[in-house]
């Protein structure tokens, strides 16, 4: 049986302020095909390299089969990913949630949304990346106990993403985080993470400017990405709505009013790098399937 080709997003998580509960999808999607054969097969294609049965897309589908308390049958996967491995732009969350969702759609469903949610939130361990990209645009959620509400969508905007040309694994990011935190610095951050829904309810979104900054992640993860406190203050500058870390970096994302990505592009530049690239994308759906 051949199932309808399967979109699953790009997403960047925090936002900023929004540590591990805030995040968004993008307009740049994996793409996977698969159907079920005598034995397990992977056939990949697009950035980095990935080989083997062992890869995230099949894990995620024999842990959403495990979950219904079904037998995860032998699958042929195709994929084609543009989106960049080890950049904080949600790649392996794009793979655990295409895998879960596949083996819904085997189901007959059974799984929903909802459980397709809970399932890769499990695997992935952390909400942020996930929830945009089974539910689509803005995100809040949190994992435990698993829940994710969306967010009003603005219209009109982009993201203006500086991919540099290297990787910032997230373990090693997740190691450059202090234990503990002042007081005033967890203050500060819960302010901010609340004015993003705030902002994007009321189409305030000059607040974002405000709303982005953190003091929880970024500034001790700006080692790791030379360069990357000053190109959010650039993009700012430049007029972006919102500049900040997407996930664990190295990917510096900022927000734009379409019609005014040039004086951002420019600005971040020197952080992307001339070996690096730029990405100017919309927001984007949760996953979807199309008839090929």
Known sequence: MDLPRLYVPATLANLGSGFDALGVALDLYLEVEAHPAPEDAFLYEGEGHVEGTDNLIHEGYRAGMRALGLEPLPL??????????????????????????????????????????RVAAGLEGHPDN?????????????????????????????????VPPYEVPTPLAREALPREVPLEDAI??????????????????????????????????ACLMPGVLEAIEGALEAGALAAFVGGAGPTLAALARAGEEAPVIRALSAYRGPEGRTLVLGIGEGYFWKES
């Open 76 to 117: 042929r996967v195709r994929a084609f990913n543009p989106i960049p491995l080890a950049r904080g732009m949600g790649s392996s969350s794009a793979a655990l949630v295409a895998g879960v969702a596949l083996a819904d759609r085997l189901s007959g469903g059974r799984l929903g949304r909802e459980g397709v949610f």
């Open 130 to 162: 996930v929830a945009p990209a089974v539910y689509g645009g803005f995100v809040a959620a949190l994992s435990e106990p698993p829940l994710a509400i969306p967010l009003p969508r603005p219209e009109g905007v982009r993201f203006v993403l500086a």
């Open 188 to 221: 500060y951050n819960l302010a901010r993470s609340a004015l993003w829904p705030a902002a994007l309810s009321s189409g305030r979104l000059e607040a974002l400017r405000e709303a982005c900054r953190d003091r929880l992640h970024q500034p001790h993860r």
